[in-house]
């Protein structure tokens, strides 16, 4: 079955910084690759998506490249806020992959003034 | 903020006891789906279901049922629970457009003792 690795799993910076998480895949059959943030005490939100016919998607401060040659996908946070503060969670998808995401483990993001 | 309400929000219970969590969404989604969410594992996937009577197995089901009598709810029961058994768990949905789950509840955090 697919494996998804996330690194790293904690990320200090400073406001107004960059934080870059990354994620790597094993089944070369995924082609749908959410990122989810999770506050403390509620549930993962999907925050951004990429699907594998694109190699970069961005929405405002946050952006998602995928390499599917190297199997990795990557979130870009820039000009980073206090209130990017959070868990983040990739995860990736199969087309008749028992109609399931893997999930990462996770990255706590903290975004120090 | 999507329409999906967890209930209970905490619980704590006894080794053997039978439990059931409900998950009641107001979007009308196809789709719902129970996760949970351990340390060092992030968000494993429970059950899921694709319509009213309509579900399968996870990739950590043994131990856990579900049921979907109406469109709006899917309850997940614990018939005996174990210590193992304690975490966060997370519903899901998505709406007719794909299967990826793109809306959590806020979870309920079961302990067994």
């Known amino acids: 079955g697919e494996n998804v690795e996330q690194h790293p799993s904690t990320l200090s910076v400073q406001e107004g910084d960059s934080a870059v998480i990354k994620c790597t895949y094993s089944d070369s059959a995924s082609n749908y690759f959410p990122w989810y943030k999770q506050e403390l005490g509620k549930g993962p939100q999907l925050i951004i998506d990429?699907?594998?016919?694109?190699g970069e998607k961005k929405d405002q401060r946050i952006a998602v490249t995928l390499n599917k040659t190297a199997k990795h996908f990557s979130l870009h946070i820039t000009e980073t806020q206090p209130e990017d503060s959070a868990v983040y969670f990739c995860?990736?998808?199969?087309?008749?992959?028992?109609?399931?995401?893997?999930f990462g483990t996770g990255t706590q993001l903290k975004v120090e003034l | 903020d999507a329409g999906i309400t967890q209930s209970p929000r905490h619980k704590v219970t006894e080794t053997g006891t039978p439990v059931t969590l409900r998950c009641h969404q107001t979007e009308n989604h196809r789709y719902m789906y129970w996760y949970r969410q351990d340390p060092g594992h992030g968000l494993r996937l429970i059950h899921y279901?694709?319509?009213?009577?309509?579900?399968d197995k996870g990739e950590v089901s043994d131990g856990y049922s579900v049921s979907r009598s109406k469109t709006e709810d899917f309850l997940l029961t614990l018939e005996s629970a174990t210590s193992s058994q304690t975490s966060v768990y997370f519903c899901?949905?998505?709406?007719?457009?794909?299967?990826?789950?793109?809306?959590f509840g806020d979870g309920t955090r079961l302990s067994i003792l």
């Open positions: 990429i699907r594998s016919n694109v």
């Open positions: 899901a949905i998505s709406d007719t457009k794909g299967d990826q789950p793109q809306h």
């Open positions: 279901s694709y319509g009213v009577k309509d579900t």
């Open positions: 995860a990736a998808w199969a087309t008749g992959g028992g109609n399931k995401l893997t």
